[in-house]
């Protein structure tokens, strides 16, 4: 059972802009940086954004993240057919004492 | 940092299995591999990890008592075990590395940077 909750999927047309939420407590979100990553269809994850809203070399700036409080948002903007994939928030639990993912949310261009 | 899996596993309930993440172009003991489980059509697992800064590995909950991990410094691969196979241990294995440290406030950070491309183990009779 993951800490942390995403919608399971979210759609719009190319060009356009999509938010995917992450949404997790004091233990996890609240206190510690949060991490994106992108999983194309039949291949491995990759790491998408690290410390909230920072992007790995090669990443483009169409991604981006954010953090408030409890949550966190991924955004994609310029929406593309190869950006269909399902995205992951992870960070750390302190309660657990162990990294978490987030339910995951499949992303869907119309 | 290149990370390459051996291959695809089939195995009987109540086997083991293990697979290999081959670092390239790096040295393991440099590096904190960790191990995430990939149910068929289900979201990322962690499994655990090795801990550079600790010296030690942990295991996720769900694992402990059937799964180790170990790393060989002469080849630069570590290794997952995972024993005592059931059905629902079939999916995508991945091994990825993961940068893990203290921020100025004290709070653990940890994201994975480097991922391997999978190892596919289907436990069947």
Redesign the interface.
């Known amino acids: 059972q993951?800490v942390l909750t995403q919608p399971p999927s979210v759609s719009a047309a190319p060009g356009q802009r999509v938010t995917i939420s992450c949404s997790g407590s004091s233990s996890n979100i609240g206190?510690?940086?949060v991490?994106w990553?992108q999983q194309l269809p039949g291949?491995?994850?990759?790491?998408l954004i690290?410390?909230n809203n920072k992007r790995?070399s090669g990443i483009p700036d169409r991604f981006f993240g954010s953090k408030s409080d409890t949550s966190a948002t991924l955004g994609i903007t310029g929406l593309q057919t190869g950006d269909e994939a399902d995205y992951?928030c992870?960070?750390?639990d302190?309660s657990l004492r162990?990294?978490?993912?987030?339910?995951?949310t499949k992303v869907t261009v119309l | 940092v290149q990370l390459v899996q051996s291959g695809a596993e089939v195995k009987k309930p109540g086997a083991s299995v293990k697979v290999s993440c081959k670092v390239a172009e790096y040295i393991v003991t440099k590096l904190s591999i960790?191990w995430?489980r990939q149910a068929p059509g289900k979201?990322?697992?962690?499994m655990g990890g090795f801990e550079a800064e600790d010296g030690e590995t942990?295991y996720?909950q769900n694992f402990q008592g059937r799964v180790t991990m170990t790393e060989d410094i002469s080849t630069d691969t570590a290794y997952m075990d995972l024993s005592d196979l059931r059905s629902e241990d079939s999916g995508m294995y991945?091994c990825?590395t993961?940068?893990?440290y203290y921020?100025s406030?004290g709070?653990?950070?940890?994201?994975?940077?480097?991922?391997?491309?999978?190892t596919r183990v289907t436990v069947s009779s």
């Open positions: 993951s206190n510690n940086y991490s990553y291949t491995a994850p990759k790491l690290y410390e790995p992951y992870g960070t750390w302190t162990a990294p978490s993912f987030g339910t995951g | 960790h995430v979201g990322l697992e962690w942990v996720a991945y990825a993961g940068i893990a921020d406030n709070h653990r950070q940890f994201y994975y940077d480097y991922w391997g491309q999978g």
